[in-house]
């Protein structure tokens, strides 16, 4: 890959052992070629996995003896441009340890907080073309000084080649504003943020992708005003710790978590909460997001902060993407924030912070952007001039390189302008700087998503055919995609909401697939869903459509605590829209089932954030039970029995101890299914994907049932398995159709 380091590292290390020789990037990996006394080749060959650079992969290393002219110096072969072939790009890398010691000791780089090296730094959210060098990023507009050329031009030297490498005195500078001050000295800016963190204020600051609004994660005031400035109603921040040990004072990482939380990425992380933050930062949810600094900023930052924690936060308006552009971001969020902290050096590629959970000991990724995109996934099939415009919601879009995928960025709901805008802004960007021109495409079987007529209009203009793949099969396929698989399996995709084959909405699917097509096993019940999408944001909605369905007018709606906090008009028009059946889509959704369930408890009534009723349903747990509710199987799975039961333990069993049995639940119902589709089908390969596996309790415990029943089951790992993985299994089911 190229901008992570490894070729200057491997030129070092050939100088260090004496060897001449050229090293050159190819399609195919790096080509080494060193001349030398076999002792010394195998030495240098030795050491390359050693120190290599923290941001490159070493999959394999080859040796071969060769004839060549001789070599008198140790040299890197020039970027072969005109070959058009090589497109990787390195994600941003977070600064690293050897840089931070030279803010400290390096006279020119005293304090200065665009310190880098050829092992870290910005990367992808610089860079508008390739190859990888500097006139091609947003570097281009800094001369560098004597001395940074030096760097740049002494192959021995760490900043050889570095791209962005720049100094106090040649490279980008922070400025901060308020309505009435400007100030441009580092060292004054410093101060500003300190004493204004301190005291509560909101400050937007310009990251490695885009502005964040940063706030006091320990002042609640500070935090609910952040909320209401953001109209953000409850949706859990982010939060930057000052170090590790801030980090476990407030949380419970585990060894594999904090392996991560160091990592270069940096992403963010779901943990569990040892310690309440200011509570407006969690909402109520036992878990926190927490990060650890990734720009020398962020640490020059804390040096000076008094809180161990501040919450860092996307600087958008609602659901608009993360602001990157300097005019914009004084506009929009300088009048919300009470001071804006900006640079001079353009954001070309917008991300987001990315968000990792650990589940089952690895990694799941819940949000995929900086430190992961533009990485390719490696496939199993040849995959050239596929696009993948993914689903609508979380949208991401996949491109495909002969055998990789390139998946973009999250970019977001696609139905905000804006959003859309940033979708078909991005899709000519990664067109450009990888080179790449569709030869197909695939979409959602969804004809309402924006994405799907995005697509029909490509297949118009370009006149190239246009693949539609149903919702969870695209789900399944972009498991299997990463893991290679390309056979039946069993494959059980629990989600929110996609586009059935009869119309229906569904996402509690159990079916036989490979990457050709899918046969409906069986799948949740399907339920009314009274108001339409209201119902989605309206969980006690979907708890009374339940009981209805099951239990109609002989129940007791009123002896339901839920039922008495909503209002009896309300309450009556949503039954008179079940027993007149006016606008009651159906649904299979396992996303509506949570919903229904974390409403009858009392948890989420009404949603003030996408997914908050399953969250808090999953949140509430607080001890492992092995108890389960009774449910039945035929056609389709009824929770009928599931219901009686729950309302049966209402008044008797604590909150989450309910929430707990019905987890266990659902991974019965999983476990049990798959046991029957085995039988008739003989597969024990079994894939879990969709949305609905983002929950840490569940995929757990249906992994833990499906293992010790012998299946051997996958999920998602390299991209999300709520729709930002969509596009992955869009793009692999029409590589396989092509095929
Ligand atoms: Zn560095
Ligand atoms: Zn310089
Ligand atoms: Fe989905």
């Not at 049995?661 to 659902?666: C, D, E, L």
Request: with cysteine; charged share 25%; proline share 5%.
């Amino acid at each position: 890959m190229q901008g992570v380091g490894f070729r200057p590292y491997i030129c070092r290390l050939a100088v260090k052992h004496g060897l001449f020789g050229e090293v050159d990037n190819r399609t195919d990996g790096v080509s080494v070629i060193v001349q030398g006394d076999l002792k010394t080749v195998d030495r240098f060959s030795n050491d390359i996995l050693q120190n290599a650079p923290p941001a490159s992969q070493i999959k394999s290393i080859e040796i071969n003896e060769t004839k060549f002219p001789r070599y008198n110096s140790f040299r890197i072969a020039a970027s072969r441009n005109i070959e058009n072939q090589i497109t990787e790009v390195s994600p941003d890398i977070a600064v690293c340890q050897e840089c931070l010691d030279d803010m400290k000791n390096d006279p020119a780089r005293i304090d200065y907080p665009f310190i880098n090296c050829t092992n870290c730094g910005p990367r992808f959210s610089i860079i508008e073309a390739l190859p990888y060098d500097r006139p091609m990023t947003s570097m281009r507009s800094f001369r560098m000084c004597e001395k940074c050329k030096r760097e740049y031009d002494d192959i021995l030297d760490r900043r050889f080649h570095a791209q962005p490498v720049a100094c106090n005195s040649c490279g980008p500078s922070y400025h901060y504003k308020t309505p009435s001050l400007n100030i441009a000295s580092f060292r004054k800016i410093i101060e500003k943020i300190s004493a204004q963190i301190t005291s509560g204020k909101t400050i937007a600051v310009k990251g490695l992708g885009g502005y964040f609004l940063m706030c006091d994660a320990l002042n609640d005031d500070a935090v609910k005003k952040l909320r209401q400035k953001k109209h953000r109603d409850a949706k859990p921040f982010a939060v930057m710790f000052r170090d590790i040990a801030a980090v476990r004072k407030y949380c419970f990482p585990d060894a594999d978590e904090e392996k991560e939380l160091v990592s270069w990425r940096r992403p963010v992380l779901i943990l569990r909460q040892k310690e309440v933050l200011a509570p407006s930062v969690s909402n109520g949810l036992r878990t926190t997001g927490a990060m650890l600094p990734y720009m020398p900023f962020h640490y020059l930052m804390f040096r000076s902060l008094k809180t161990p924690a501040v919450v860092l936060t996307s600087g958008n308006i609602s659901d608009d993407p993360i602001i990157t552009d300097d005019a914009e971001a004084e506009n929009h969020l300088l009048p919300i924030a009470d001071s804006l902290l900006s640079y001079n050096r353009n954001i070309i590629n917008r991300t987001d912070d990315s968000v990792v959970r650990f589940i089952n000991h690895k990694q799941s990724i819940i949000r995929r952007s900086r430190g992961f995109v533009p990485r390719p996934v490696d496939l199993k099939l040849f995959s050239e001039g596929i696009l993948a415009l993914g689903a609508e919601q979380k949208n991401s879009f996949c491109l495909g390189k002969g055998f990789q995928a390139i998946m973009s960025q999250y970019i977001g709901d696609l139905k905000t302008p804006a959003t859309y805008e940033f979708f078909a802004e991005t899709i000519n960007r990664f067109s450009d700087l990888f080179r790449f021109t569709p030869a197909s495409i695939a979409c959602d079987l969804h004809p309402d998503y924006l994405s799907t007529q995005h697509a029909e209009r490509l297949e118009k203009d370009l006149n190239i055919p246009l693949f539609r793949i149903q919702h969870h099969h695209a789900h399944i396929a972009s498991c299997m995609a990463e893991l290679g698989l390309d056979e039946e399996v069993i494959g059980i995709s629990l989600d929110g909401t996609g586009f059935g084959t009869d119309g229906n909405a569904w996402g509690g699917e159990f079916m036989i697939a490979d990457l050709k097509g899918f046969r409906r096993i069986t799948h949740f019940e399907n339920i009314p869903m009274p108001g339409g999408n209201k119902a989605i944001l309206e969980p006690w909605r979907m708890a009374y459509s339940y009981l209805y369905k099951y239990f109609g007018d002989s129940f007791d709606y009123m002896s339901i605590p839920l039922f008495k906090s909503i209002r009896p008009d309300k309450l009556a028009a949503v039954r008179e829209l079940l027993v007149k059946k006016i606008n009651v889509p159906l649904t299979s959704g396992a996303g509506r089932l949570f919903d229904a369930v974390s409403a009858l408890l009392g948890l989420c009534p009404v949603e003030t954030f996408d997914s908050e009723a399953p969250m808090r349903l999953e949140s509430a747990i607080v001890r492992k039970i092995d108890e389960s509710y009774p449910f039945t199987s035929d056609v389709s799975i009824s929770f009928r029995d599931t219901f009686k039961a729950i309302i049966e333990d209402l008044p008797r069993l604590k909150v989450p101890d309910i929430a707990a049995k019905f987890h266990n639940t659902v991974a019965q119902v999983i476990l049990q299914s798959a046991i029957k589709i085995r039988t008739d089908a003989s597969l024990t390969k079994i894939v879990l994907s969709g949305g609905v596996f983002q929950n840490k309790y569940l995929l757990e415990k249906s992994t833990d049932l499906l293992k010790r029943n012998k299946f051997m089951v996958f999920s998602n790992h390299l991209v999300p398995s709520n729709d930002g993985g969509i596009s992955l299994g869009q793009l692999i089911i029409a590589a396989k159709k092509i095929k």
